[in-house]
């Protein structure tokens, strides 16, 4: 059966429209392909207008589609390669602009599933034990002890500010507690100059890279001191300083953005990549496969890191999806990608960085699937244990935690110890009291931060809006916030 | 000067005077002018705006070849492959990949094939790129993003190639709309969209690629942003339009004007931020408004305009603001020459609000 390229798709309908493939294809191989010039086999669906002068072998153009038609035509030389096949092998390359694939007479269905599911990476077992013949990267104590404190830090922030919403003081909160060790290994895989764009549970990214514990503070009291200039909800944190663009709500709007971002960091040729971070209920909107598409196609340099935590506020990954996980969808896109136990940071330190080099070194995306458990709620809008059992969120906090599991890394090497626990616990903890106090005494930014940064110039219709407001503001006072200045 | 040479059976010819633009950042008139289409000299700005800045990129479906109006002809050959390229056929990803591109501070022109299929980018301009800035507290900011697309009625379009979807986007702070009436507007108005520092949609008259020829300067110039221009003077009454329909309504003044009605026309330009400032002198002095647009006219940024002058000149109307807009239906085939605001339902409305 000869398939030239711009018809390949009629073919195909006409093929499947004569009571099934096999028979054709079954046809086709009984006669050695020499049928197809035969007006009465169904095989011969090409039209003649798209092989002009079918005589005349020489007439043909050398266009990736016809080449294949022309090799059969010259008859016996084909035919004779075809008969020296064994029998049922007649298996033929053949070229589409999609590119070349390998022809097979045995109609056979991709499954759905694998047979066995994406092995997982991980070097260290569940009590933070070496796994033999592992391979890794090697981690130095000092970032080793620096990577240990920054997960414990994240944890008794997220405490902390969790409590403070339940007091009031703050509006909202998200916590990251489980997935600690994702985010402070993939942190400390990256180099400063690579340009994050988080979700909204990777604020241990920013702790790591040198975020202050009363920054985050401040943007969670939306005072004057916050970079967001009051202006979003707690946790949308974002420092430029840090290469760490500003949360949004929205789901998976970061992952394009950082498909653009890699691309400008390769033709600029930096030593950087961009990296991303979403959940598994991320990777279902469109924007995810978008991006996907769009760093293979583009050769980017980006990390795209899934937080496959089992939970999309209330919906299980099994109403989410039914792939294997999100690290085989990359093969689908022409992603290079990998799954690594999202709770193993010394597993997810090392594929990151080697993502990294990959992706700079080859201009390539990555993908990276760490699976982990979501241990907290959603968020403090959010109670789990309406839709999951109450024991299952123990076990993984008791059994499974990553922190903990690090903590024996650290401590079977000698880096760590009891004391240096509670001394780091405690220190943090007061720092925390004492920023949050700071914060909550705070002014807020003021009203003119309302109209500010529209647009990079204050417009005519702004002004004048604030100028009506400011008359309204003075008739009713009552009205307004007073921590708010005029 | 700039509708007179519009041709087709729409339009009429000639233009009685031209009102020299008032603030142009650039002398439009000086340097060597060529006769051009309209595709032409969105050619020459992008080609401009990749010669002048090592930073811009143009990108989209189709652009490799030159695009399915011609306007990226030319730019990939010069300008190579990796800054003038072809993306997927995927709009959400186009404007999110340019969203990235303009955030690292790249002058990132992404092409949307026709505004028809702009929706899918939707979330994108109005959760993400309008609101960059704002929301990082001016840390960051998409500035740098220019979304171009062919938007408006060709007479076969149908559907999915004739709509005008401009007030959508007129009611999202962050972004700005802009919309050029002629070949050399277009020239000007697209560099000045692309240099701009906040994310721009520029919708482009695709009726007017081929039919649109006027003199345009060879050289680099910008045209202001959010200034109307009136490019015709009267006293009796205040046209304001954009794009393709500015021709429509410019015959309908000439016409008017046989009936000793004088026609004032202002092009808007830019659609947010908007003008008010021009548009309100204008009625000061005639006392009548009539705003016409392809797009439905329930919710048009006709609607906008309209409110916006009641509240600031209510007492100084004569009658009230008159808007001829497309109907409340999808667009239609064989229906358009029904559907459209001809010159005659323009020149019937002039009339009937100079009567009323």
Redesign the interface.
Known sequence: MAFCSKNSRNIIKNLKSKAGLSRLIKQSSDSRYGSCLNKTNPCRIIPLTTLPQLGNPDSYSHKKGLSFCFQRLQSTTSEQQFASLPNGEQNQELDFPGGKVVFSPEMRFLSESPCVYNQCYRVLDDNGQLICNSNFVEVSEEIAVKMYSSMATLQILDTIFYEAQRQGRISFYLTTIGEEAINIASAAALTSDDIVFPQYREPGVLLWRGFTLQEFANQCFGNKADYGKGRQMPIHYGSNKHNYFTVSSTIATQIPHAVGAAYSLKMDKKDACAVTYFGDGGTSEGDFHAALNFAAVTESPVIFICRNNGWAISTPTSDQFRSDGIAVRGQAYGVRSIRVDGNDALAMYSAVHAAREMAINEHRPILIEAVTYRIGHHSTSDDSTKYRPADEIEWWRMARDPVTRFRNWIETNGWWGSEAESQLRSSIRNQLLQAIQIAERAEKPPVNDLFTDVYDNIPSNLREQEKLLRETMNRHPEDYPADVPF | MALRNILGKRFGVGLAGRRPLSTATCDVESGNAKAINLYSAINQALLIALETDP?AFVFGEDVSFGGVFRCTTGLADRFGK?RV?N??L?E??I????????????R?IAEIQFADYIY?AF??IV??AS?F?????????C?GLTIRAPYGAVGHGGHYHSQSPEAFFCHV??I?VVIPRSPRQAKGLLLSCIRD??PVVFFEPKWLYRLAVEEVPEHDYMLPL?EAEVIRQGSDITLVGWGAQLSIMEQACIEAERDGIFCELIDLKTLI?WD??TVEASVRKTGRVLISHEAPVTGGFGAEISASIVERCFLRLEAPVARVCGLDTPFPLVFEPFYMPTKNKILDAIKATVNY
């Open positions: 930073r990796a390229f993306t997927p995927c959400q990803g404007v999110g990949f340019g969203i990235g591109l303009a955030a690292m501070g790249n990132a899918p979330d994108q959760n993400e609101k800035r704002y929301r990082s507290g001016n840390q960051f900011n500035g702070p962050g700005k520092p906040n959010s931020p008010k400032e």
